[in-house]
């Protein structure tokens, strides 16, 4: 498992970002497809309406003389140049005019809500696609036509009509068409397939968190496994074997003809075959709250007398390291409605505890008070403590706090997980409070007897 979760993380690692980066590169690329068909329909837009216009624009294409330039021609007098002459477009047609052609045309090449201005200009620039001065122009169009990044422009040349020479009669016209903000509507195209491919990216990178964050639970629980194997095997080791050298002794001559001392190694025998059936029945009470299958017999108790006789089981314990212990019970109101059996293991496990990760002289406080509503229990002591980290998985089932140099304290770390089980089965809560070197504290709420009417 330590080889392969790295290479598995590795290679998802290395597939999120490859997904990412194509799924990247596809959406600009499509982005630019987009812009260059737009770019186009907005030519062929300006090219479908500047032929429509130079075809409706009035007079004849072709002004003919009356005579030939080399055999004395004179110009027809002003009066009846004027009115053979036709008009420019930007004379021509009004801005509501041209406005309306190009609509009909933006419509018709799928371009119906995109907005755009437009201009006509009578005074080309050099290359003949500027302009210096329109004649003719919508409301923003200077504007639009300033911002050549963001926006987008289509330029179409309109002839103007020639005599039979070839002369132009008036000035060459350019028709100018800026769609602001171009960007924006590819991109508004483009939405549900960005916003797809954007939701389908989020799925796999939350497909990639729940694979890792599973793989690094199931390693955990690998360890924890681990532990509680070897834990178990050396809480049933030490008894084994002090209960076979116990056996030996007993086969002794010596010892079978003296009764005191028989009834010494067969209480030794008994005692270490009630310590392996109390860890045995530790390990199944902790399957049958696992499977919620423990039955609570709960009834009216005084939490003050599982208190105290809790407390002085471990008398000889604290005498034993030269420790005390002191009780506060200064609740007005002790009585719940609990199991008393459970009841009674909850306060035995945590003042175990306190003794198990205590340093020398060890000092516990027990302290209640109640509310309206429920009994408040602290347990205080003076013992190793415990960091962040261990109090945020103190109640995590097989999970032992490291100890440092204690190298006495035994168990399966199902103690405090069974105690968080049995207080929740009471509709109660536990928190602890703890510094590395300075002690723990935990705090029991459980709920009072409710008054019976």
Do not use: C
Request: no cysteine; net charge neutral; proline share 4%.
């Amino acid at each position: 498992m330590k080889k392969i979760f790295p290479i598995i993380v590795v290679l998802i690692t290395l597939s999120l970002i490859g997904i990412i980066y194509i799924q990247i590169n596809w959406i600009l690329t499509m982005v630019e497809n987009k812009q260059e068909e737009l770019h186009h329909k907005l030519v062929d837009a300006a090219n479908f309406v500047g032929q429509e216009l130079v075809q409706q624009r009035s007079g004849a294409t072709k002004i003919i003389r009356l005579r030939p330039p080399g055999a004395g021609w004179r110009p027809a007098d002003p009066f009846s140049m004027e009115i053979l002459r036709p008009q420019p477009i930007a004379e021509k047609f009004s801005v509501e005019e041209i406005n309306d052609k190009l609509k009909k045309a933006f419509n018709t090449l799928g371009l119906k809500n995109t907005h755009y201005e437009f201009s006509i200009s009578s005074d080309l620039g050099p290359s003949n696609l500027t302009f210096r001065t329109p004649e003719l122009q919508s409301k923003d169009f200077l504007r639009a036509i300033e911002d050549t990044v963001h926006n987008l422009s289509a330029f179409m040349p309109l002839e103007a009509p020639e005599d039979t020479y070839g002369n132009s009669i008036i000035p060459d016209e350019l028709l100018i068409i800026v769609v602001p903000e171009f960007k924006s509507i590819v991109l508004g195209e483009m939405r549900m397939m960005i916003i797809g491919a954007i939701f389908f990216t989020l799925v796999i990178i939350a497909a990639f968190y729940v694979t890792v964050n599973a793989l690094l639970r199931q390693k955990k629980l690998s360890e924890i496994k681990n532990d509680f194997i070897n834990n178990m095997t050396h809480e049933f080791k030490t008894p084994l074997a002090t209960i076979s050298l116990a056996v030996d002794a007993l086969r002794n001559e010596k010892v079978i003809q003296d009764r005191s001392k028989s009834e010494y190694f067969t209480g030794i025998i008994k005692e270490e075959n009630r310590r392996m059936n109390k860890q045995v029945e530790t390990i199944l009470q902790a399957s049958l709250l696992d499977r919620q299958e423990q039955q609570l017999n709960r009834k009216p108790l005084h939490a003050h007398v599982i208190i105290q006789e809790a407390m002085e089981n471990f008398h000889l314990q604290l005498e034993g390291k030269g420790g005390h212990s002191e009780l506060q019970l200064n609740a007005k109101n002790d009585l719940l409605k609990a199991d008393e059996v459970h009841f009674m293991n909850i306060i035995t496990n945590l003042i175990d505890n306190a003794v198990k990760y205590s340093k020398e002289n060890p000092f516990i406080r027990i302290t209640t008070h109640s509310t309206t509503k429920s009994l408040i229990i602290r347990i205080e002591d003076n013992g190793i403590g415990m960091n962040k980290e261990t109090q945020r998985r103190i109640f995590e089932k097989f999970y032992r706090a490291h100890t440092g140099n204690l190298h006495n304290v035994k168990g399966f770390g199902l103690g405090l997980s069974y105690v968080k089980t049995i207080v929740e089965a009471h509709d109660g809560k536990i928190k602890v409070d703890s510094l590395p070197g300075k002690g723990t504290t935990f705090t029991l709420e459980i709920p009072l007897k409710e008054d019976e009417e």
